[in-house]
């Protein structure tokens, strides 16, 4: 970290307004990334394409690094419903689904998440099965 913004960050963090439980985990997150990652998770095709979806618009982390090591390494801190497959089966699908993904231009991009939330596009068919089912018919179970 550096520069006055992280002078600032790191100073709210030490506060006594922040638990050292919450201290913890916003210093692990601010961490640096490793520069030369290999996937644990996904191949080179649907980390590139997690990559380029830009989920999380962050420009000093890399989420698509500490999502792919955190479904390796199982270590979520969520759940999710019995019914559906495991969060890294969920995530290699809707990547493959999404296949090419990366080599387009931001726009086209755009235009195809959209078109894949509105179910418009034959990539929504492969990702609707991973829906949450309707509440009160599925029992949440932890993730480990």
């Known amino acids: 970290m550096n520069g006055s913004r ?7 963090i030490q506060s006594d307004r922040v638990s050292a439980e919450t201290r913890e985990a916003l210093l692990a997150r601010a961490e640096p990334d490793e520069i030369a990652y290999t996937p644990q998770m ?3 095709g ?3 394409t997690l990559r380029a979806v830009r989920v999380l618009p962050q420009d000093r982390v890399d989420v698509a ?3 792919d090591r955190a479904l390796a390494e199982g270590s979520g801190d969520g ?12 995530y290699r699908s809707a990547l493959e689904a999404l296949a090419g993904f990366a080599g387009l231009d931001p726009a086209t991009q755009d ?4 078109n894949v939330q509105k179910g ?6 492969a990702l609707v099965q991973w829906r949450m089912p309707p509440l009160g018919r599925q029992s949440p179970h932890p993730v480990r």
Request: hydrophobic share 65%; charged share 15%; no cysteine.
């Open 6 to 12: 992280d002078a600032a960050y790191l100073a709210l």
């Open 42 to 44: 996904f191949n080179a």
């Open 46 to 48: 649907a980390f590139a």
């Open 65 to 67: 690094q500490r999502l």
């Open 79 to 90: 759940w999710h419903f019995a019914a559906l497959a495991p969060d890294g089966e969920a």
């Open 111 to 114: 235009a195809m998440l959209a």
């Open 120 to 125: 418009e596009h034959g990539a929504a068919s």
